[in-house]
């Protein structure tokens, strides 16, 4: 018995491998550039020596993490950090709930850990400062975007496209050898 392709059934087939190729290589490409850019957050936030005090000028209302960076673990936690909006009213700090961790730029060997979350209802300058002696005369508070969502966003899009692409394919490819079955069929 020999298996025949017909022209039209090969430009089938070679529609499912294109629509799985061109969609995992597409879902790569987005992914390492999603990645990259979240690696390179860090170097844009604002930061101080942890004996003084961080002031930043928010442009965004919302969740904003506080960061400690050093070589060593975290020696500050949300309760001994202290955030004051321009009027100098005290704003609450919470606990950042993940274990959110990158390398910090222009710090080889330095660690930033998220350790504080605090919610700015307006925007404008806030200081911030941590109440806790450090040992580390290196250590330095941050305060910046969420990694982790970012992050998430793209590592798992990118991967449910390349899924996405390779279900389509798949599907193409079954309707294309279910159609050779029903004409091979007397």
Do not use: C
Request: glycine share 8%; net charge neutral; no cysteine.
């Amino acid at each position: 018995m020999t298996i025949r392709t017909t022209p039209g059934r090969q430009v089938s087939y070679g529609l499912a491998l294109l629509v799985a190729v061109v969609g995992v290589a597409t879902a790569m490409v987005w992914g390492v550039t999603g990645v990259l850019d979240q690696v390179q957050q860090p170097e844009a936030f604002t930061r101080a020596h942890i004996s003084g005090t961080l002031t930043v000028n928010l442009t965004q209302v919302g969740a904003h993490v506080i960061y400690y960076e050093s070589h060593g673990p975290a020696a500050v936690s949300a309760g001994q950090l202290k955030v004051l909006d321009a009027s100098h009213r005290a704003v609450a700090v919470r606990p950042y709930s993940l274990d959110l961790r990158y390398d910090v730029p222009g710090m080889p060997g330095a660690l930033g850990t998220a350790i504080g979350v605090f919610e700015a209802d307006h925007t404008g300058a806030f200081a911030i400062s941590a109440n806790s002696p450090v040992r580390d005369a290196q250590a330095q508070l941050a305060i910046g975007d969420d990694l982790a969502p970012a992050t998430l966003r793209a590592v798992l899009l990118p991967v449910l496209t390349a899924l996405l692409s390779i279900i389509a394919a798949i599907a193409i490819a079954a309707r294309t050898w279910s159609r050779r079955e029903r004409k091979d069929q007397p």
